[in-house]
């Protein structure tokens, strides 16, 4: 029986019309901006979410590490979630690297960072404060989906106050996708209002390796220098840039699946006695284990075949290389560990504040 990998949607493999592709790619040397094949892409990713440029980057963290350090100076802070990837996830690179201050701020239930809350954190002028130059906000976060009216209203008054406003969006295909509509549209409309939006192409979207920063000219002009800085000045990256093309390509209307089998492991989990599960919006599932079951639950799954993560909470990801029938393996697993088969139904319990510590 193969395993049952749910720990995250960054362990899919390329398809096999992914790896043609890629291996049918035209390539250049990219540090002299002759690959055709990333520049394509960056063109591509640039028009699709209705920004002027792009920079194509080996990850989601050198992408947003890029954004931070390209909207700040070295003196600067950035206002961000407790739970962001930007804040808690990324090694502390901004701090490190840029000698930019996060200023964290918590969460409301639905992940979103309350506006008040925002605009308190914004210093005034003075030569006790670091300078507060951007504010920083996910989408999705924590598998949550953030109403397009909060991000509107979260950039407006980011602008009002004179600050740049980053999207880490290494997940915004599966917040478009879950709005509805044209996937596209619904991309382009999430990052309309921000000043730099980051997109992971490893994630859902199944490519073995890449994100893409994207923003006016001039920030990515200032970004590609940050970028050469850092080391992530790639030679014949288009080989891995057709993979991400591919995907964009194919692989973002079917994010709708991975939601499916998301609602339907989280009824299933539902079903499991001392599970208490939040309703997913997109592609992940955190439950809550209560009781004797929740000792050494993953490794008793990962002796089941089924793979998860977790530390306050069991998170479960859905993606590309998971089917239905491993997600009914997956909620037998549990239920055959936890010792009770599913019972009759359990509502699965509304979306709740997460405090889970989790990775990717
Ligand atoms: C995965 C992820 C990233 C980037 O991760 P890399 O592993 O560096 O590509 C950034 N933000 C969020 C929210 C993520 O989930």
Redesign the pocket.
């Known amino acids: 029986m193969p395993v049952v990998d749910l720990r995250s949607d960054?362990v899919t493999r390329p398809t096999p019309a992914m790896r043609e592709a890629m291996a049918r790619a035209e390539v250049g040397d990219d540090v002299f901006g002759d690959d055709p094949t990333v520049n394509v892409l960056q063109e591509r990713i640039a028009a699709l979410l209705g920004k002027e440029a792009a920079l194509f980057v080996p990850?989601?963290?050198?992408s947003?590490l890029l954004a931070i350090m390209s909207h700040c100076a070295r003196g600067d802070e950035y206002i961000v979630g407790q739970r962001a990837?930007?804040y808690g996830?990324e090694g502390g690179g901004a701090a490190v690297l840029g000698s930019v201050q996060p200023q964290p701020l918590e969460h409301a239930p639905d992940g979103s960072l309350p506006l008040e809350a925002v605009e308190a954190a914004i210093k005034p002028d003075d030569a006790h404060f670091a300078r507060t130059r951007l504010l920083c906000l996910?989408n999705t976060i924590g598998g949550k989906v953030l109403p397009l009216d909060y991000l509107d209203a979260a950039c407006a008054l980011a602008r009002r106050r004179g600050l740049a406003s980053h999207l880490?969006g290494?997940?915004l295909f599966n917040a478009a996708v879950a709005l509805g509509g044209d996937a596209r549209e619904q991309a382009r409309r999430i990052a309309a209002p921000f000043d730099s939006v980051?997109v992971?192409f490893?994630?859902g979207l199944g490519a073995p390796v890449g994100?893409a920063l994207v923003g006016s000219r001039e920030l990515i002009a200032r970004a590609h220098r940050w970028r050469k800085m850092v080391g992530g000045g790639m030679r014949q990256a288009g080989v891995i840039a057709a993979g991400a093309l591919h995907a964009l390509e194919h692989h973002v209307d079917r994010l709708a699946d991975d939601h499916r089998l998301a609602r339907r492991l989280a009824e299933g989990l539902a079903r499991v006695p001392g599970f208490r599960v939040d309703a997913p919006q997109t592609n992940i599932v955190f439950a809550d284990v209560q009781g004797p079951a929740a000792a050494g639950l993953i490794e008793q799954l990962k002796a089941a075949g089924v793979l998860a993560t977790g530390l306050y909470k069991l998170r479960f990801v859905t993606h590309l290389d998971v089917d239905e029938a491993g997600i009914d393996r997956a909620i037998a697993a549990v239920a055959a560990v936890v010792g009770g088969a599913p019972a009759a139904a359990a509502p699965v319990a509304s979306p709740a504040a997460s405090s889970a510590r989790v990775p990717?």
């Open positions: 960054t990850s989601g963290t050198q947003n990837h930007t996830w996910e880490d290494a997940r980051s992971c490893s994630k994100s990717d």
